[in-house]
T-cell receptor
């Protein structure tokens, strides 16, 4: 029973390049959340998606960042024209439902993005 | 929006001692309070949670208490072991997005 999968685990990009982070939720989960974590800080919410829909993107910068969760395949967090300040660990979580008793979020191992 | 404060930021204990981590929240609409353990290089792992209709919950060596009136909740770990060493995060959630504390680095010395 695989948990949340993320790849790549480590990603190095030069300034100006694009970064693509992938997340496969737990089996049966249709709710996906992306978070960013800076060193010695907590997790900051970025975006919440259900299959083919963005539910809440209030935590995601308006420019350069986008997210999708297609009908088939993993959820993708895309960062265009990366800058040094984008260097962080990006975590994906999934849940069975959005709220209530089955809204517990389970996290993947994260992708550590380094921008040089 | 919700604001979650977590203390202490670092906690150092001897093996076998108890450890207590405290969090306060600001939004009285929050009704779900999970705790996560994050080991170095890994993602956060849900270890215990509590809902607003319960005052205390235990799972072996871990317990969580909730005081809704005072808007604070705590994680208690008894008989600590070196493998308990990690960063622990509390969170408070009203609708579907939890707000996380900044984390407590727990160090258990053998």
């Amino acid at each position: 029973n695989a948990g949340v999968m993320q790849n790549p685990r480590h990603l190095v990009r030069r300034r100006g390049q694009e970064a693509r982070l992938r997340c496969s939720p737990m089996k049966g989960h249709s709710h996906v959340y992306w978070y960013r974590q800076l060193p010695e800080e907590g997790l900051k919410f970025m975006v919440y998606l259900q299959k083919e829909n963005i539910i809440d993107e209030s935590g995601m910068p308006k420019e350069r960042f986008s997210a999708e969760f297609p009908k088939e395949g993993p959820s993708i967090l895309r960062i265009q024209q990366v800058v040094r300040g984008d260097s962080a660990a990006y975590f994906c979580a999934s849940s069975l439902s959005g709220t209530g008793g089955q809204g517990e979020q389970y996290f993947g191992p994260g992708t550590r993005l380094t921008v040089t | 929006g919700e604001n979650v404060e977590q203390h202490p930021s670092t906690l150092s204990v001897q093996e076998g001692d108890s450890a207590v981590i405290k969090c306060t929240y600001s939004d009285s609409a929050s009704n779900y309070f999970p705790w996560y353990k994050q080991e170095l290089g890994k993602g956060p792992q849900l270890i215990i949670d509590i809902r607003s209709n319960v005052g205390e919950k235990k799972d072996q060596r871990i317990a969580v208490t909730l005081n809704k009136t005072a808007k604070h909740f705590s994680l208690h770990i008894t008989e600590t072991q070196p493998e308990d060493s990690a960063v622990y995060f509390c969170a408070a959630r009203g609708s579907y997005i939890p707000t996380f504390g900044r984390g407590t680095s727990l160090i258990v010395h053998p």
